[in-house]
């Protein structure tokens, strides 16, 4: 069974701090994707990446970075979090064809104070 | 620019009625059309999908038909069940050079009353 997995389901930060969050996937995907999910908005691509090392911008990159060192792991940066970044986060991976499947991890509800 | 249009929710359902969300899309090239859905407190799984005109895409009793005349991919179930209830997003998806993207619809909930 095909597995994507968050490090955290909810996770709590203050303005400020730098936030890292971590995916995994298990089915040697060349693409990875991270979204941001909220209210009335639906799902906005943040960064996606296509190979390691490889990174490109979403629609919304501002305010976060990207690593992707493995294939297996693609980790989203907040540098320096701020309350407008308190969202759900949902990464995602697919093989390379624009008819494939993205799967889906579990999603990280990131709450800024 | 490409974008993905549905109804907005949520609609409410009882047991056994009838489901049309209706959704609609805009893209210059030609896409491939998904149905996700995303249960409570879970990540997004793909419900259907069809990837060129006239295809129907079918799944727990769920259907969509790819309409290039209408530009549309609605999604019907003649007999919804409580466990139905969730988020339902539609989507396109265009090779985008490096590789695939989705554009996402804002979701419709779906609440269904015993």
């Known amino acids: 069974d095909v597995k994507v997995t968050q490090s955290s389901r909810y996770l709590v930060k203050r303005t400020g701090e730098k936030v890292f969050l971590e995916c995994v996937q298990d089915?040697?995907?060349?693409?990875m994707f991270w979204y941001r999910q909220d209210p009335g908005l639906g799902l906005r691509l943040i960064y996606f990446s296509y190979d390691v090392k490889m990174k490109e911008k979403g629609d919304i990159p501002e305010g976060y970075s990207v690593s992707r060192e493995k294939k297996e792991r693609f980790s989203l940066i907040l540098e320096s979090a701020s309350t407008n970044q308190t969202s759900m986060y949902l990464c995602?991976?697919?093989?390379?064809?624009?008819?494939?499947?993205?799967?889906f991890g579990p999603g990280t509800r990131l709450t800024v104070l | 620019g490409d974008s993905v249009t549905q109804m907005e929710g949520p609609v409410t359902l009882s047991e056994e009625a009838c489901l049309t969300i209706?959704?609609?899309?805009?893209?210059?090239?030609?896409?491939?059309l998904f149905w996700y859905v995303q249960y409570p407190g879970e990540g997004l799984q793909l419900l259907l999908k069809?990837?060129?005109?006239?295809d129907k895409g079918s799944n727990k009793g769920f259907e969509a038909t790819y309409r290039k005349e209408t530009t549309s991919f609605h999604l019907e179930k003649g007999s919804v069940q409580v466990s139905d209830s969730a988020v339902y997003f539609c989507a396109l998806s265009l090779y985008g050079g490096a590789t695939n993207k989705l554009i996402f619809g804002t979701g419709t909930l779906l609440a269904v009353q015993p």
């Open positions: 089915m040697d995907h060349e693409n």
């Open positions: 995602a991976s697919s093989s390379g064809t624009f008819t494939d499947t993205q799967y």
């Open positions: 069809a990837t060129k005109a006239d």
């Open positions: 209706n959704c609609t899309y805009t893209a210059t090239g030609y896409p491939s």
